[in-house]
């Protein structure tokens, strides 16, 4: 008997795991595992929500254009060369699955995001994984990975969960040495966060190949909702764009990313908050001897001397009601991802870990 058969490589795919939201037995939880916003959706993007739900009787607009104007506005970007999906996942995968399929390759980096190797078996291309160096991706080693059948490169920058980043003439070396055939996306889904860089905007605007994706995740707090862009050039849109479907996006979801888009004044205070607070996260951690690189980003990922130590320190955390995330899957057994919260938030986690080296001492 022959039974239904999936598509190459779905069933290589192994399921996304996200970020834990309870903890058995505790009420005041903490959740840092998943990068939220800890101030919240901006106050803006309520009201436009609260005002769409009057309107949720309407198909929504297909071309997104109010959103994409407020984007190209504020990013001074072309608003024809911007392309909006399902959160920044769905625009990576409109770029595999409309520029790979079964025999070509995609390469992301060995701790790069869940999503991509998902995303390459979802199309039935075949992920490569580079090595990175000290937790820094490694131009040189990418390059080297580059064969006739590579078709994209993912490059996170600032990279998740490391929280470090390469310098921006690098991703240029990078770009300069891809064959103009394969695409480099550079996830910027953490960009708002990192100082100084233009998170590959530059790139994306003068290279036929180059992709920068964003998301309404991470500062604008709508990770709820699914709202993320990219920014290419208009050959490449207009293809990815074909496989969209028409009303990928709510109503209410575009009208509240319009609205928190424009609110640039409530971004650059959520991006001074998480600095001051990810200096004093990471001074605390290496102050009780959990190593850290310094983040670029909303999270710091410590790294304990042993499992045992890792496994120890999560649990003080969630004895105090404070889930963070481990990272096991991202080649750090012994790292522990902490979203950065606000100024109380991130004086309760560093409350908790003092206690467990105190008790550990006594
Ligand atoms: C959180 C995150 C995203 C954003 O995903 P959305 O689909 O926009 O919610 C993209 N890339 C990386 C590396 C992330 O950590």
């Given at each position: 008997?022959?039974t239904?058969?999936?598509q190459?490589?779905?069933?290589?795919?192994?399921?996304?795991?996200?970020?834990?939201?309870?903890?058995?037995g505790?009420?005041?939880?903490?959740?840092?595992?998943?990068?939220?916003n800890?101030?919240?959706?901006?106050?803006?993007?309520?009201?436009?929500l609260?005002?769409?739900?009057?309107?949720?009787h309407?198909?929504?607009?297909t071309?997104?254009a109010p959103?994409?104007?407020?984007?190209?506005e504020?990013?001074?970007?072309?608003?024809?060369?911007?392309?909006?999906?399902?959160?920044?996942?769905?625009?990576?995968?409109?770029?595999t699955?409309?520029?790979?399929?079964?025999?070509?390759?995609?390469?992301?980096?060995?701790?790069?995001?869940?999503?991509?190797?998902?995303?390459?078996?979802?199309c039935?291309a075949?992920?490569?994984?580079?090595?990175?160096r000290?937790r820094?991706?490694?131009?040189?080693?990418?390059?080297?990975?580059v064969?006739?059948?590579?078709r994209?490169?993912?490059?996170?920058?600032?990279?998740?969960?490391?929280?470090?980043?390469?310098?921006?003439?690098?991703i240029?070396?990078?770009?300069?040495?891809?064959?103009?055939?394969?695409?480099?996306?550079?996830?910027?889904?953490y960009?708002?966060?990192?100082?100084?860089?233009?998170?590959?905007?530059?790139?994306?605007e003068?290279r036929d190949?180059v992709?920068?994706?964003?998301?309404?995740s991470?500062?604008?707090?709508?990770?709820?909702?699914?709202?993320?862009w990219?920014?290419?050039?208009?050959?490449?849109?207009?293809v990815?764009?074909?496989?969209?479907?028409?009303?990928n996006?709510?109503?209410?979801?575009?009208?509240?990313?319009?609205?928190?888009?424009r609110?640039?004044?409530?971004?650059d205070?959520?991006?001074t908050v998480?600095?001051?607070?990810?200096?004093?996260?990471?001074?605390?951690?290496?102050q009780?001897?959990?190593?850290?690189?310094?983040?670029h980003?909303?999270?710091?990922?410590?790294?304990?001397?042993?499992?045992?130590?890792?496994?120890?320190a999560?649990a003080?955390?969630n004895?105090?009601g404070?889930?963070v995330?481990?990272?096991v899957g991202?080649?750090?057994?012994?790292?522990i991802?902490?979203?950065?919260?606000?100024?109380?938030?991130?004086?309760?986690?560093?409350?908790?870990?003092?206690r467990w080296r105190?008790?550990?001492?006594?």
């Amino acid at each position: 008997m022959t039974t239904p058969t999936p598509q190459p490589g779905i069933m290589e795919i192994a399921l996304y795991q996200g970020g834990q939201s309870h903890l058995a037995g505790v009420r005041d939880v903490l959740k840092l595992s998943s990068n939220e916003n800890p101030a919240g959706p901006p106050p803006a993007a309520i009201a436009a929500l609260q005002d769409a739900a009057t309107r949720m009787h309407l198909y929504p607009s297909t071309d997104h254009a109010p959103l994409r104007a407020a984007i190209g506005e504020v990013w001074g970007v072309d608003p024809d060369r911007v392309i909006c999906g399902v959160g920044s996942d769905e625009v990576l995968q409109f770029v595999t699955q409309a520029f790979a399929g079964p025999g070509d390759e995609i390469i992301h980096t060995e701790h790069g995001f869940s999503m991509y190797p998902i995303l390459t078996h979802m199309c039935g291309a075949t992920p490569v994984r580079v090595p990175e160096r000290e937790r820094m991706v490694d131009v040189d080693a990418i390059l080297d990975a580059v064969t006739e059948r590579t078709r994209v490169v993912f490059l996170t920058n600032p990279g998740n969960p490391t929280g470090t980043r390469i310098p921006d003439a690098d991703i240029v070396r990078l770009a300069d040495g891809l064959p103009t055939s394969v695409i480099l996306v550079i996830d910027g889904a953490y960009t708002e966060y990192s100082d100084g860089s233009d998170g590959g905007l530059s790139l994306a605007e003068t290279r036929d190949n180059v992709l920068m994706t964003r998301t309404f995740s991470k500062i604008y707090g709508l990770g709820g909702l699914r709202v993320g862009w990219g920014y290419g050039a208009r050959a490449m849109i207009d293809v990815m764009t074909r496989i969209r479907q028409p009303f990928n996006l709510s109503l209410p979801a575009l009208a509240a990313a319009e609205a928190a888009v424009r609110d640039v004044a409530w971004r650059d205070r959520c991006a001074t908050v998480n600095a001051e607070q990810r200096a004093r996260l990471t001074g605390a951690l290496r102050q009780l001897g959990l190593a850290c690189d310094e983040s670029h980003a909303n999270f710091v990922l410590a790294r304990a001397a042993s499992v045992d130590e890792a496994d120890a320190a999560e649990a003080a955390l969630n004895a105090d009601g404070i889930i963070v995330r481990r990272v096991v899957g991202y080649g750090f057994p012994t790292g522990i991802r902490i979203t950065v919260g606000d100024a109380a938030q991130t004086g309760r986690v560093i409350a908790a870990l003092t206690r467990w080296r105190e008790e550990a001492v006594a």
